[in-house]
């Protein structure tokens, strides 16, 4: 019961404090080497030129946006690329809503409008979509996002490298309201370490709301896959491409407005993590160097957190015989009150404290991880969505 206790413990901290020490390690001296490569060689390491933009297709699927969608495709319109070289296709599953008559109403020589009748999930559309493209180069979004004006060309200058299959750009969270940026600080902890992940050829996926791929390397997926951009990223790399992050390359989308609908998002997601799980096990070859350790640590370790913190609590319960193991199920159950605490206190709109606001989220999102996980063994995973402001 004491090892099954300790082990416990140790995957948590291994997965959130030692494994990015090691990552950021690893990471400086690769960085070295290759600064010495360059500095040895003296070539060039990216080249860009204006006239060298390659053509590129925007691919969005859209699902009841009539709130949005209007202002995401003036957006794509504005962005500072050649228009010529762009083009965007947007598909309305099924929408009940507006969405169609607003697209429909758009009368553009580089916006393609699909509109699907019935509702069959998000991934359906983007195998539709990626079909009807003509150009290699493909960036995802979403509807609710909007990209800066050079985000493109952000994306694109990566892809003269014929060694790079995909490219993650970064993501700001704003306020609806008043629009400053919500970046808390575990969503800039994952930033940095995708950042140092993408330098050992090893990033996890990529974000949905903004990513480029090479058409040649996009594996259809099922039509109820739920975390489409971590596996559709994914199967690049299992093709021996490189993922790069590019924290220059930047979209911005609001926050969620209200808990509950953050709540449901991340129910999905942590459905999603464990669907994928099941699904890729050629990631678990060791062989895969960096990439391996990088999804043991990064992912798999976190996605069975919540499993280790219920082991934590029942075990340390088991061994209160000892005066030491009473002081650490005291120190649960004061971590626990804090989180619920803050949790209660955001539900209702009042402002806590960082420390307890960063519980409060590493609580929450490990509960919906859990729900996630009891629903996708206990329900018929479905590919159709249901929209979040998220």
Aim: charged share 20%.
């Amino acid at each position: 019961m004491e090892t099954l206790f300790w082990v416990s413990v140790a995957i948590i901290i291994y997965s959130y404090f030692i494994y990015p020490l090691a990552l950021f390690t690893f990471s400086g001296i690769n960085q070295a080497f290759s600064d010495t490569k360059y500095l040895w060689r003296k070539h060039q390491r990216r080249t860009f030129d204006a006239k060298d933009y390659p053509a590129v297709t925007i691919i969005i699927a859209a699902y009841n946006e009539e709130s949005c969608i209007k202002a995401r495709v003036e957006n794509l319109l504005t962005l500072d690329y050649p228009k010529e070289k762009l083009t965007i296709l947007i598909g309305s599953d099924g929408s009940s809503d507006l969405t169609a008559e607003i697209l429909s109403a758009f009368t553009i020589d580089n916006l393609q409008v699909h509109i699907f009748t019935t509702n069959r999930g998000k991934m359906s559309v983007l195998n539709d979509l990626v079909e009807k493209a003509s150009d290699e180069l493909i960036i995802f979004s979403d509807a609710n996002t909007h990209f800066k004006p050079d985000t493109i060309q952000q994306l694109a200058r990566h892809f003269n490298n014929d060694k790079i299959g995909a490219v993650c750009g970064e993501l700001h969270l704003v306020d609806g309201d008043t629009g400053d940026n919500k970046d808390n600080v575990y969503w800039r902890y994952e930033q940095i370490l995708k950042f140092h992940e993408s330098r050992l050829n090893a990033l996890q996926g990529a974000n949905g709301a903004i990513y480029a791929i090479r058409k040649s390397l996009f594996i259809p997926l099922p039509a109820n896959t739920i975390v489409d951009d971590f596996q559709i990223a994914m199967n690049v790399a299992k093709q021996g491409f490189r993922l790069v992050y590019d924290p220059e390359a930047i979209a911005i989308e609001e926050i969620a407005p209200n808990l509950k609908e953050e709540e449901g998002r991340r129910v999905r997601i942590g459905l999603g993590n464990y669907q994928a799980f099941f699904k890729m096990p050629w990631a678990l070859n060791p062989l895969l160097g960096w990439r391996f350790i990088a999804y043991v640590s990064h992912k798999v370790c976190r996605w069975f957190v919540p499993h280790l913190m219920l082991i934590a609590l029942i075990t340390n319960v088991m061994l209160l015989d000892s005066a030491f193991y009473q002081v650490l199920l005291a120190a649960q159950l004061v971590f626990y009150f804090m989180a619920f605490y803050g949790i209660k206190r955001q539900a209702k709109g009042k402002k806590t404290s960082t420390l307890i606001a960063l519980l409060a989220f590493f609580v929450a999102m490990n509960l919906a991880l859990m729900r996630g996980f009891i629903k996708y063994f206990s329900s018929n995973v479905q590919g159709t969505w249901q929209r979040t402001t998220r």
